[in-house]
């Protein structure tokens, strides 16, 4: 923490509590139990007069603040301030970014299409406008939800293609986050992390504060390890222990009874099937994992720090590997591959995202490697290997030059070599998604490219 | 327009007043017309007869008609309604009043570009009668655009405000305009006004103005204001003045540094009030008095609208001047002291802190002497560069004054003329003065901790020197401040400061 800063006296400022909950924005109740996991003592005091503000939360002792805006929310401020960081040994496990994406991309994307669109706004109403006048609180709502569907890309022509997208999505995700927790207390260890808190929050207004008919609620509540994980942290950390007065919440749903939600008998067969199913969850998870870090380089914001910590993180998973799995092809490999050669050949020197990119010379080679397998003739020499595209580049920083009419001819024929080859690698892309796919499900592996 | 008394002879006939009535009328059908027109010398003798009857003693007289001419747009009863007392009129010289006040009335509608009020004969068969002939012209031209320096009532300093007006559209002497007005408090608004003389059964005019406004007051207080709203005149006299306003608005602070208590009045209200202010000013100068008096008393109740969730508020601001003349080099001494409160209502108002655009704050650059809008101008010290400040956020070294539930200030101003002839005309002139201002908080259960001894330890106190020059725009002052006692954090310090007052 900062020298001069008062040690006592933190303040969190959220959107006032409702539905049984603390606070029952979706923005704001992931700070509140990530300081609650972090032990920190606190005070709760509330804004109800500024739903469209992107400040709130913030977090306030003495004269410092940390607003939500800044530096990717008041989580990541408060670790970068050094205020408090449950993250700081876990930053470096090759899991933390994939799940971090996963959450941050699908299930809040997932949490605000259900909040704004999927229910209509009838739980919006009440957590934002219930202070205000009413003739300010209509036009709010639409303002808000009129943000929120242009946010999600939401057109009338597509609305209902994006709302299965968006479901599916979802889906995944909680089956995948359901594989991995288990019956762990947290998700990383035995230790809390920022993404128990977002994860936490996420099921808890999910399940408190959507209505009853929500479709994203039904399908979190399949997954009964992921409900008694949220009671579980919620009972302990957000409840004093006298208190009794929330109900758990695997009761709120009393008419529903999903697979999974109970344990049940099995017989050897079943066990076998269970196995099995098992396997494929876990293949499932981990491609969903990539999948949404890939997404979360070209989706996120603050993309260019998040495209730098994801190019970090599959560097690391990569290694000197020749696929991201094992020794066979994905679908993963197909799109991986498509990025680097796109922002490798496609994009100027002069972009970040490339020069950001060419600093993991393992993921150059592996893009490197891949195309002249597959891309290119054995025999054929003509396109120039990717890592001495950039004559002066391997370094952070590169400059444009100034070219000669001479150069300029040739950089013409080196676009159109380039455009041939972009599009040569969609279309190998495509093939080999198609043949090494042929024989997994596709229900397993149905994912779309989010560009 | 043709007084009717200018134009009458002044040594009119003696007669009879009875018999003289008919003749009189004869003589004002042709003495009382137009402009200039000469008169025969028995019409001046009529004339001048007239005149020393109407010296002596009330000539009764009784108007048969009012004829209205030359309106082809305008609504006749919207003329006839700004002549009523002339019906009533029972002598000549009430009539010839009531006259001059219609002709005058009627000019301030704004929509004629001549009015001439004529006395005519009333029938032959109906003796001792007249006729008022009400000839207008109207306006040619309807769309006139202005610009002028005003003190609004809403702002507290003055403002130069440009404005284009369509007059009479629909003959009811309906006044539309469209306006901009940039303040000197960081202000600018634009609107759309309204203006009817006569509206169903309302005495007063009324005015109605659609606004969207934004003050700026980041650099002092870390928020700016912004507000769309209704503004409606319902009652607009002499004395009295009512207005309803209801709007949107919202409280944002975009520099993202401001203070604790800023930060938690960040946000949007619905405004709607009823202000009631009662003006009673006869100092015989607005901008340079010397002798009168005058009172201001304005009283504002906010949330009334069925939504509770609206603002709720209650304000009381009163002004009091004097102006004592003293004789010599036009001198006058000017007191004067203003003292406002504010305060929430509705369940909980004990332990609710009041809204910050609703406070006091003292400082800026318009004169006392002038203003007569609440406490808030003192000679010396910046805007809201007074009262209750907390530090910004981290990193910033400034401080968010956020104002006082209550504040009062007094001065005392004693103005000359200069010795110089020149600057004399120009009506150029020196003063030298003192003032002195405080505030308090009252709400969140602190009125418990504020005592008369603690407030006058803790007053502003400041004097000065200067020189007034009064264009036609505006008052402005060249000011030496000595500030005699603030306390910590107030922004002032002795030197030179401008004022502007309008």
Same mark, same amino acid.
């Given at each position: 923490?900062?020298?001069?800063?008062?040690?006592?006296?933190?303040?969190?400022?959220?959107?006032?509590?409702?539905?049984?909950?603390?606070?029952?924005?979706?923005?704001?109740?992931?700070?509140?139990?990530?300081?609650?996991?972090?032990?920190?003592?606190f005070?709760?005091?509330?804004?109800?007069?500024?739903?469209?503000?992107?400040?709130?939360?913030?977090?306030?002792?003495?004269?410092?603040?940390?607003?939500?805006?800044?530096?990717?929310?008041?989580?990541?401020?408060?670790?970068?301030?050094?205020?408090?960081?449950?993250?700081?040994?876990?930053?470096?496990?090759?899991?933390?970014?994939?799940?971090?994406?996963?959450?941050?991309?699908?299930?809040?994307?997932?949490?605000?299409?259900?909040?704004?669109?999927?229910?209509?706004?009838?739980?919006?109403?009440?957590?934002?406008?219930?202070?205000?006048?009413?003739?300010?609180?209509?036009?709010?709502?639409?303002?808000?939800?009129?943000?929120?569907?242009?946010r999600?890309?939401?057109?009338?022509?597509?609305?209902?293609?994006?709302?299965?997208?968006?479901?599916?999505?979802?889906?995944?995700?909680?089956?995948?986050?359901?594989?991995?927790?288990?019956?762990?207390?947290?998700?990383?260890?035995?230790?809390?992390?920022?993404?128990?808190?977002?994860?936490?929050?996420?099921?808890?207004?999910?399940?408190?504060?959507?209505?009853?008919?929500?479709?994203?609620?039904?399908?979190?509540?399949?997954?009964?390890?992921?409900?008694?994980?949220?009671?579980?942290?919620?009972?302990?950390?957000?409840?004093?222990?006298?208190?009794?007065?929330?109900?758990?919440?695997?009761?709120?749903?009393?008419?529903?009874?999903?697979?999974?939600?109970?344990?049940?008998?099995?017989?050897?067969?079943?066990?076998?099937?269970?196995?099995?199913?098992?396997?494929?969850?876990?293949?499932?998870?981990?491609?969903?994992?990539?999948?949404?870090?890939?997404?979360?380089?070209?989706?996120?914001?603050?993309?260019?720090?998040?495209?730098s910590?994801?190019?970090?993180?599959?560097?690391?998973?990569?290694?000197?590997?020749?696929?991201?799995?094992?020794?066979?092809?994905?679908?993963?490999?197909?799109?991986?591959?498509?990025?680097i050669?796109?922002?490798?050949?496609?994009?100027?020197?002069?972009?970040?995202?490339?020069?950001?990119?060419?600093?993991?010379?393992?993921?150059?080679?592996?893009?490197?490697?891949?195309k002249l397998?597959?891309?290119?003739?054995?025999?054929?020499?003509?396109?120039?290997?990717?890592?001495?595209?950039?004559?002066?580049?391997?370094?952070?920083?590169?400059?444009?030059k100034?070219?000669?009419?001479?150069?300029?001819?040739?950089?013409?024929?080196?676009?159109?070599?380039?455009?041939?080859?972009?599009?040569?690698?969609?279309?190998?892309?495509?093939?080999?998604?198609?043949?090494?796919?042929?024989?997994?499900?596709?229900?397993?592996?149905?994912?779309?490219?989010?560009d | 327009?043709?007084?009717?008394?200018?134009?009458?002879?002044?040594?009119?006939?003696?007669?009879e007043?009875?018999?003289?009535?008919?003749?009189?009328?004869?003589?004002?059908?042709?003495?009382?017309?137009?402009?200039?027109?000469?008169? *025969?010398?028995?019409? +001046? /003798? =009529?004339?001048?007869?007239? %005149?020393?009857?109407?010296?002596?003693?009330?000539?009764? &007289?009784?108007?048969h008609?009012?004829?209205?001419?030359?309106?082809?747009?305008t609504?006749?009863?919207?003329?006839?309604?700004?002549?009523?007392?002339?019906?009533?009129?029972?002598?000549?010289?009430?009539?010839?009043?009531?006259?001059?006040?219609?002709?005058?009335?009627?000019?301030?509608?704004?929509?004629?570009?001549?009015?001439?009020?004529?006395?005519?004969?009333g029938p032959?068969?109906?003796?001792?009668?007249?006729?008022?002939?009400?000839?207008?012209?109207?306006?040619?031209?309807?769309?006139t655009?202005?610009?002028?320096?005003?003190?609004?009532?809403?702002?507290?300093?003055? *403002?130069?405000?440009? +404005? /284009? =007006?369509?007059?009479?559209i %629909?003959?009811?002497?309906?006044?539309?305009?469209?306006? &901009?007005?940039?303040?000197?408090?960081?202000?600018?608004?634009?609107?759309?006004?309204?203006?009817?003389?006569?509206?169903?059964?309302l005495?007063?005019?009324?005015?109605?103005?659609?606004?969207?406004?934004?003050?700026?007051?980041?650099?002092?207080?870390?928020?700016?204001?912004?507000?769309?709203?209704?503004?409606?005149?319902?009652?607009s006299?002499?004395?009295?003045?009512?207005?309803?306003?209801?709007?949107w608005?919202?409280?944002?602070?975009?520099?993202?540094?401001?203070?604790?208590?800023?930060?938690?009045?960040?946000?949007?209200?619905?405004?709607?009030?009823?202000?009631?202010?009662?003006?009673?000013?006869?100092?015989?100068?607005?901008?340079?008095?010397?002798?009168?008096?005058?009172?201001?008393?304005?009283?504002?109740?906010?949330?009334?609208?069925?939504?509770?969730?609206?603002?709720?508020?209650?304000?009381?601001?009163?002004?009091?001047?004097?102006?004592?003349?003293?004789?010599?080099?036009?001198?006058?001494?000017?007191?004067?002291?203003?003292?406002?409160?504010?305060?929430?209502?509705?369940?909980?108002?004990?332990?609710?802190?009041s809204?910050?655009?609703?406070?006091?704050?003292?400082?800026?650059?318009?004169?006392?002497?002038?203003?007569?809008?609440?406490?808030?101008?003192?000679?010396?010290?910046?805007?809201?560069?007074?009262?209750?400040?907390?530090?910004?956020?981290?990193?910033?070294?400034?401080?968010?004054f956020?104002?006082?539930?209550?504040?009062?200030t007094?001065?005392?101003?004693?103005?000359f003329?200069?010795?110089?002839?020149?600057?004399?005309?120009?009506?150029?002139?020196?003063?030298?003065?003192?003032?002195?201002?405080?505030?308090?908080?009252?709400?969140e259960?602190?009125?418990?901790?504020?005592?008369?001894?603690?407030?006058?330890?803790?007053?502003?106190?400041?004097?000065?020197?200067?020189?007034?020059?009064?264009?036609?725009?505006?008052?402005?002052?060249?000011?030496?401040?000595?500030i005699?006692?603030?306390?910590?954090?107030?922004?002032?310090?002795?030197?030179?400061?401008?004022?502007?007052?309008?």
């Amino acid at each position: 923490m900062e020298g001069d800063q008062d040690t006592s006296g933190f303040t969190l400022v959220t959107r006032k509590p409702c539905f049984g909950l603390p606070t029952a924005c979706p923005n704001c109740l992931p700070a509140y139990i990530y300081l609650k996991l972090a032990q920190l003592p606190f005070q709760l005091a509330f804004n109800s007069t500024f739903p469209d503000s992107d400040e709130l939360p913030y977090f306030e002792t003495g004269t410092y603040v940390a607003y939500n805006y800044e530096d990717g929310g008041v989580i990541e401020k408060l670790k970068k301030d050094g205020v408090v960081n449950l993250d700081s040994q876990l930053q470096s496990l090759p899991d933390y970014l994939s799940l971090k994406a996963l959450i941050l991309s699908w299930l809040e994307e997932a949490l605000a299409y259900e909040t704004w669109v999927g229910t209509e706004g009838v739980s919006a109403w009440k957590i934002y406008y219930s202070d205000l006048p009413w003739v300010i609180s209509k036009v709010l709502f639409y303002k808000q939800t009129y943000m929120a569907k242009t946010r999600l890309g939401i057109i009338k022509e597509n609305s209902e293609e994006r709302e299965k997208q968006i479901y599916k999505r979802a889906s995944d995700a909680y089956e995948a986050l359901s594989t991995r927790l288990g019956e762990q207390k947290f998700l990383f260890e035995d230790r809390p992390s920022s993404l128990d808190a977002i994860f936490l929050s996420h099921i808890l207004f999910t399940i408190q504060v959507l209505p009853e008919t929500s479709v994203l609620r039904t399908k979190l509540l399949e997954h009964g390890n992921l409900v008694r994980y949220a009671e579980k942290l919620k009972l302990e950390f957000l409840e004093a222990p006298s208190s009794s007065s929330s109900p758990p919440l695997h009761s709120f749903p009393s008419s529903f009874s999903r697979k999974g939600s109970k344990p049940k008998s099995k017989s050897k067969t079943e066990k076998t099937e269970e196995e099995k199913k098992f396997k494929k969850r876990a293949k499932l998870f981990l491609a969903a994992q990539f999948l949404a870090v890939v997404i979360y380089l070209s989706v996120m914001g603050g993309i260019y720090k998040r495209a730098s910590d994801a190019y970090e993180a599959l560097s690391t998973r990569l290694g000197e590997q020749k696929f991201l799995f094992e020794d066979r092809p994905s679908s993963l490999d197909a799109i991986f591959l498509s990025h680097i050669l796109f922002t490798i050949q496609v994009l100027p020197e002069t972009s970040v995202l490339r020069t950001k990119l060419l600093e993991h010379g393992n993921l150059v080679r592996y893009a490197e490697k891949l195309k002249l397998e597959f891309l290119e003739a054995p025999s054929s020499s003509s396109s120039p290997p990717l890592h001495s595209f950039p004559s002066s580049f391997s370094r952070k920083g590169s400059k444009p030059k100034s070219k000669s009419k001479t150069e300029k001819t040739e950089e013409e024929k080196k676009f159109k070599k380039r455009a041939k080859l972009f599009l040569a690698a969609q279309f190998l892309a495509v093939v080999i998604y198609l043949s090494v796919m042929g024989g997994v499900s596709n229900d397993e592996l149905e994912y779309e490219d989010d560009d | 327009m043709a007084n009717p008394t200018e134009n009458l002879d002044p040594n009119p006939p003696t007669r009879e007043p009875e018999d003289e009535v008919e003749e009189d009328e004869e003589e004002e059908e042709e003495g009382e017309g137009e402009d200039d027109d000469a008169v *025969s010398n028995p019409q +001046s /003798l =009529k004339t001048e007869s007239l %005149f020393r009857r109407m010296r002596s003693a009330p000539v009764p &007289v009784r108007v048969h008609d009012v004829i209205v001419k030359g309106n082809t747009k305008t609504k006749d009863h919207i003329i006839e309604a700004e002549v009523d007392a002339v019906r009533e009129a029972s002598t000549l010289q009430e009539l010839l009043e009531a006259s001059r006040v219609a002709n005058s009335n009627l000019r301030a509608l704004d929509v004629f570009d001549s009015v001439n009020v004529t006395l005519d004969s009333g029938p032959p068969e109906l003796p001792g009668t007249t006729n008022v002939i009400i000839k207008v012209v109207e306006s040619k031209s309807p769309l006139t655009g202005q610009v002028g320096a005003y003190t609004r009532a809403e702002a507290k300093s003055s *403002s130069v405000e440009a +404005s /284009l =007006k369509y007059k009479n559209i %629909f003959g009811y002497g309906d006044i539309w305009d469209g306006s &901009v007005i940039y303040g000197c408090d960081n202000s600018a608004e634009v609107g759309m006004g309204m203006y009817l003389p006569r509206f169903k059964g309302l005495p007063t005019p009324f005015s109605s103005r659609l606004y969207l406004s934004t003050q700026d007051w980041l650099k002092f207080s870390s928020y700016k204001e912004r507000s769309l709203g209704l503004s409606l005149g319902l009652l607009s006299s002499k004395y009295h003045e009512l207005v309803y306003t209801v709007g949107w608005r919202n409280l944002i602070d975009p520099s993202r540094s401001a203070s604790k208590s800023i930060r938690r009045q960040l946000g949007h209200s619905l405004l709607s009030a009823l202000k009631y202010t009662f003006k009673y000013d006869q100092r015989d100068s607005y901008l340079r008095p010397t002798s009168g008096y005058a009172f201001s008393s304005t009283s504002q109740i906010g949330g009334l609208a069925p939504d509770s969730r609206s603002l709720r508020f209650l304000k009381q601001e009163i002004d009091l001047r004097c102006a004592f003349p003293f004789g010599f080099y036009n001198a006058a001494l000017n007191l004067g002291v203003s003292g406002g409160v504010t305060f929430p209502w509705g369940s909980g108002y004990q332990n609710r802190p009041s809204s910050v655009p609703e406070r006091f704050f003292l400082g800026g650059n318009s004169s006392p002497v002038c203003s007569l809008g609440g406490p808030s101008a003192l000679w010396g010290f910046k805007t809201r560069g007074v009262g209750h400040n907390e530090p910004k956020r981290k990193g910033d070294d400034e401080r968010d004054f956020i104002g006082g539930d209550a504040a009062v200030t007094a001065f005392a101003d004693l103005s000359f003329d200069l010795p110089v002839r020149w600057l004399r005309e120009r009506g150029v002139h020196g003063h030298v003065f003192a003032c002195a201002g405080n505030m308090a908080k009252l709400t969140e259960n602190e009125f418990r901790n504020v005592t008369a001894p603690k407030l006058l330890e803790t007053f502003r106190t400041s004097v000065g020197t200067g020189i007034v020059l009064p264009t036609s725009l505006f008052r402005m002052e060249i000011n030496y401040c000595h500030i005699l006692k603030k306390q910590e954090h107030d922004k002032a310090k002795s030197g030179f400061f401008l004022t502007f007052s309008a």
